[in-house]
């Protein structure tokens, strides 16, 4: 089993950045495949960004793709999302998944996919 928190959400302006973590204790971090997901209120939380557990791979929603960056550090058992050019529909609660893949070039797009999960990290876009 592996226990995931998210840190670096906050209130930012339009055009601005921020850099999400998402630290990984428990068990082996370069088992795990990762990824982002995003919950606005009222809406269905939906797929950000995932990446292999080499950081190989990398997939992108078509809605961020170009504006923000998936990352991993084996090493600091570390996750990361680098969010630019922010836009105030990037408004939500963003939560980091893991699954165990035991070295499978695997990623998956699905929420349902993902065995664990973080409490998540608010972000706010203002206008």
């Known amino acids: 089993q592996v226990q995931l928190v998210e840190s670096g959400g906050g209130l930012v302006q339009a055009g601005g950045s921020l850099t999400l973590s998402c630290i990984a204790s428990?068990?082996?971090?370069?088992?795990?495949?990762m990824g982002w997901f995003r919950q606005a209120p009222g809406k269905e939380r939906e797929f950000v960004a995932a990446?292999?557990?080499?950081?190989?791979?990398?997939d992108y929603a078509d809605s961020v793709k170009g504006r923000f960056t998936i990352s991993r550090d084996n090493a600091k058992n570390t996750l990361y999302l680098q969010m630019n050019s922010l836009k105030p529909e990037d408004t939500a609660g963003y939560y980091c998944?893991?699954?165990?893949?035991?070295?499978?070039?695997?990623?998956?797009?699905?929420?349902?996919?993902?065995?664990?999960w973080g409490q998540g990290t608010q972000v706010t876009v203002s206008s």
């Open positions: 998944a893991a699954r165990n893949v035991r070295y499978t070039n695997w990623s998956s797009r699905w929420s349902s996919d993902y065995d664990y």
């Open positions: 428990g068990r082996t971090f370069n088992n795990y495949a």
């Open positions: 990446i292999t557990w080499s950081g190989g791979n990398k």
